[in-house]
């Protein structure tokens, strides 16, 4: 198979995994905020930043290392599997322990027994964490479908019905657990890989050298994305922060989402494109073209109809969280784009300028984060990262251009149609909804979706030849594939 069916296969295979591994956490979500209360999501992010925290620092970046690595791969699988268990049971006691003192900060001991269980997460899935590099290293995605969907199918349901048994922040906390066994089991059955005993030093300084940089960068992005977190929630409480935590799911969850699909393919790629300059650059843009196709409709739908979705699904409960979904959007957006721009350093050998990024990125949040919670709450959050997330686009791209050899004019041809587009479609679509129905509704809100998209396809694929021909290529092997499959 060659290189780039081979990446086309792997979008496909990731593709098909996290569409339905996230629609189906979506709609799990859908029907949680239905069943609990603000502070149930607000005391899990808590517990979810706390563990999150020491998952950056479990593995020093050795996944990464591993993925960039071309020799001794086998011996460097076993380093990055023993460091990654030894560092898992550290990191399992500290948040065990440490529980204590992160309900003293937040000033709410139900986050104590919370962060207490849910450290055992660390433990559970250390064992599969180098079965899934592996996989992405070879672009076998494929065989990722199955760990990635059947446990996020395992923890939506025993959520769902712990949450209808009155369970509150303890369905989302059994839901993790079911959904961290089922990984690590499901991935060890498709993945040959079994650990040896042995540690090679020399190998493990290597990738250190290499990883280090990343983890920096990590724990600074880390801080960037959840210090407003640890904001709103020591400041104004759990219920804000659960109002707040969920506008940040719901309007950054398709656009983000996408762009994770990508990524996964593209950072193992671009690391063996290193070499061949033009062939990176037709790539990325060829990359940052299809996941903007998907991610910027989708954030300009959000924008338009956040508030009809939020009259759907309960105004009384979450009625505080319209402005910060639209104002998030924004921020899910840029981060669409930006995040494959961090693909470009790792795979050019330049992860250091994502601890650059990262430094300034945290200083202005430090600077401006405390004011903007305390006068303005949650929305002044979202408008805060909104602002940092579209000057942190302009830096990124900047910097991109030095690696590729590029321009912020190759950008504006490929983005200012969809953004127009996108803006037409989502605008007809909520006139006619409003024309139509009056009052959003369920239905209202199925018609305006399939109104926006439609339309949006149609001028994309309109003013787009290689796109129409690569949807008639498309449309003629499935059909193929079918007449195959009637005459076999």
């Not at 290293?137 to 009155?166: H, N």
């Not at 369970?167 to 657990?177: E, F, H, Q, S």
């Not at 990524?263 to 671009?270: E, I």
């Not at 129905?437 to 290689?466: H, K, N, P, Q």
């Amino acid at each position: 198979m060659s290189f780039d069916r081979k990446i086309a296969s792997g979008i496909f295979w990731v593709f098909i995994s996290t569409m339905a591994s996230r629609v189906l956490s979506f709609l799990s979500k859908i029907i949680l905020l239905k069943l609990l209360i603000p502070a149930d999501f607000g005391i899990a992010q808590t517990a979810f930043l706390a563990l999150e925290s020491l998952q950056l620092l479990r593995e020093f970046g050795f996944s990464s290392a591993l993925i960039y690595r071309k020799q001794d791969i086998a011996e460097a699988s076993d380093v990055t599997f023993w460091i990654t268990n030894l560092t898992s049971v550290i990191y399992a006691a500290i948040a065990y322990f440490g529980a204590p003192f992160i309900a003293v900060f937040f000033k709410d001991p139900r986050i104590t027994p919370v962060v207490q269980v849910l450290a055992f997460t660390l433990l559970i899935r250390s064992p599969g964490t180098v079965h899934f590099v592996l996989l992405a290293k070879e672009l076998d995605f494929k065989r990722k479908v199955i760990p990635d969907v059947i446990p996020t199918v395992g923890y939506g349901a025993l959520a769902i019905i712990l949450g209808a048994l009155g369970y509150g922040v303890w369905a989302l906390v059994w839901g993790k657990i079911l959904e961290a066994v089922l990984g690590v089991i499901l991935v060890w059955l498709v993945v040959p890989y079994r650990p040896a005993f042995r540690f090679n030093t020399r190998i493990a300084r290597e990738m250190f050298n290499y990883g280090m940089h990343l983890v920096v960068s990590q724990i600074l992005i880390f801080a960037i994305t959840n210090v407003d977190d640890a904001f709103v929630g020591r400041v104004a409480g759990m219920a804000a922060l659960g109002v707040y935590g969920t506008a940040y799911l719901l309007s950054n969850l398709p656009a983000t989402q996408i762009t994770a699909l990508v990524n996964q393919v593209m950072f193992p790629a671009f690391a063996r494109m290193q070499d061949d300059l033009p062939y990176f650059r037709l790539t990325f843009f060829r990359t940052v073209r299809y996941v903007s196709l998907l991610s910027v409709p989708v954030a300009i739908l959000t924008m338009f109809f956040a508030a009809d979705f939020i009259h759907v699904l309960d105004p009384v409960k979450w009625g505080d969280a319209v402005l910060p979904i639209q104002l998030l959007a924004v921020y899910g957006l840029c981060r669409s784009v930006a995040a494959n721009m961090g693909n470009v350093f790792k795979g050019g050998g330049k992860p250091q300028w994502l601890t650059y990024i990262a430094i300034w990125r945290l200083a202005t949040m430090l600077i401006f984060l405390y004011p903007a919670v305390y006068y303005g709450g949650a929305v002044g959050v979202s408008a805060l990262s909104a602002i940092v997330a579209v000057v942190d686009w302009f830096i990124s791209a900047w910097l991109c251009n030095k690696v590729i050899g590029a321009s912020l004019r190759m950008y504006g041809r490929l983005l200012l149609p969809m953004l127009a587009f996108a803006i037409v479609s989502a605008a007809v679509a909520f006139g006619l909804r409003t024309l139509i129905f009056g009052e959003a509704t369920i239905i209202s809100l199925l018609f305006s979706g399939a109104v926006g998209v439609g339309l949006y396809a149609g001028l994309i694929l309109a003013t787009d030849a290689e796109l129409r021909a690569l949807l008639q290529q498309g449309i003629a092997e499935a059909l193929g594939l079918w007449r195959r499959w009637r005459t076999a």
